[in-house]
């Protein structure tokens, strides 16, 4: 099936700093981008949908000035936590897929901020 | 508005035993109803969906049947396996909707040799 990739996996930071996360689709072209937020024993939140040359849109309650999503290609969006503090400290998972109406999607395999 | 609910975990089990995780939903309008699973350290996989009322998604051994009902979309397995040791999501995304999924908690299996 269909890869897609995540870096760092994990990452540890001071807080105030601003942290960047990859999400790549190593074999597909993916249209639509999504970025999820997962704490322990709960589900997985979607926080915003980015689609390929726009902006992003950014669900009820997520600050989109302090989570920067860019998808400047077909195989890259990034997740930017700008002046990150302990409360974001999280699982973030990417998934990708093409087409506007298709059901699949890929999944990358998250990763793990920390935030002193 | 729409919602998952599974049965909390871990769920532990020998290999070879039978396993169920509980999986009903809310929702308006016609949900399609999937299960994810995710192995330690992998992203979700899509193990199988079901897209209308009575319909049985299959895969690997695993199967679910989307029981309008009962709003449930329980995940079965006759025999379970040490390799089947993840995490299980439960989820739904509406019909002509923007296919963006609703989420379950996700359920913990841990089988044993």
């Known amino acids: 099936g269909a890869v897609v990739s995540q870096h760092p996996s994990r990452v540890i930071c001071k807080s105030g700093t601003s942290v960047k996360i990859e999400c790549r689709s190593l074999d597909f072209q993916a249209t639509t981008m999504f970025w999820y937020r997962q704490f322990p024993k709960q589900s997985l939140m979607l926080m915003a949908t980015?689609?390929?040359?726009?902006?992003?849109?950014?669900e009820q309650g997520v600050e989109k000035d302090k989570f920067l999503i860019n998808h400047a290609s077909l195989t890259l969006s990034t997740l930017t936590v700008t002046s990150a503090h302990p409360e974001d400290s999280s699982f973030y998972i990417c998934s990708a897929r093409w087409g506007a109406s298709t059901d699949t999607q890929y999944f990358g395999p998250g990763t793990r901020l920390t935030v002193l | 508005g729409n919602s998952v609910t599974q049965m909390e975990g871990p769920v532990t089990l020998s290999e070879e035993a039978f396993l169920t995780i509980n999986c009903t939903y809310t929702?308006?309008?016609?949900?399609?109803l999937f299960w994810y699973v995710q192995y330690p350290g992998e992203g979700l996989q899509l193990l199988l969906k079901?897209?209308?009322?009575?319909d049985k998604g299959s895969n690997k051994g695993f199967e679910a049947t989307y029981r309008k009902e009962t709003t449930s979309f329980h995940l079965e397995k006759g025999s379970v396996q040490v390799s089947d040791s993840a995490v299980y999501f439960c989820?739904?995304?509406?019909?002509?909707?923007?296919?963006?999924?609703?989420f379950g908690r996700g359920t913990s299996l841990i089988v044993h040799p």
């Open positions: 980015s689609n390929e040359g726009s902006k992003a849109t950014y």
């Open positions: 079901a897209t209308k009322a009575d």
């Open positions: 929702a308006t309008g016609y949900p399609s």
């Open positions: 989820a739904l995304h509406l019909s002509g909707g923007s296919y963006i999924p609703t």
